[in-house]
């Protein structure tokens, strides 16, 4: 198993910054992909962003693009999610996810198999 664990969430207002984490333990060598999805009050849980774990390729939802950044710490065994240009309608709790299977899509909520508790992240205007 695979245990994701998110910490970094908060209040900020638009415009602003944040940066989560999502600590992996557990059998982590077994990681093909980790992600992020986020779910807003009444809302489908949705993709954000993924990364490869060997390679470090990464995806996004469109939404994100040019304002998130995803990255990884092999060694620490943690991704990151750095958060930038912060809107309202990124307002939702995160989530860390990790697929162990060769040929996950990375957008596919379905396709991972070990997911965090949730962080809450609140944009204000």
């Known amino acids: 198993q695979v245990q994701p664990v998110e910490s970094g969430g908060g209040l900020v207002q638009a415009g602003g910054s944040l940066r989560l984490s999502c600590a992996a333990s557990?059998?982590?060598?077994?990681?093909?992909?980790m992600g992020w999805f986020r779910q807003a009050p009444g809302k489908e849980r949705e993709f954000v962003a993924a990364?490869?774990?060997?390679?470090?390729?990464?995806f996004y939802t469109n939404s994100v693009k040019g304002r998130f950044t995803i990255s990884r710490d092999n060694a620490k065994n943690t991704v990151y999610l750095q958060m930038n240009s912060l809107k309202p309608e990124d307002t939702a709790v995160y989530y860390c996810?990790?697929?162990?299977?060769?040929?996950?899509?990375?957008?596919?909520?379905?396709?991972?198999?070990?997911w965090g508790q949730g962080t809450q992240v609140t944009v204000s205007s």
């Open positions: 990364i490869t774990w060997r390679g470090g390729n990464t």
């Open positions: 996810a990790a697929s162990i299977r060769i040929g996950t899509i990375p957008s596919r909520v379905d396709h991972y198999d070990y």
């Open positions: 557990g059998r982590t060598f077994s990681t093909y992909v």
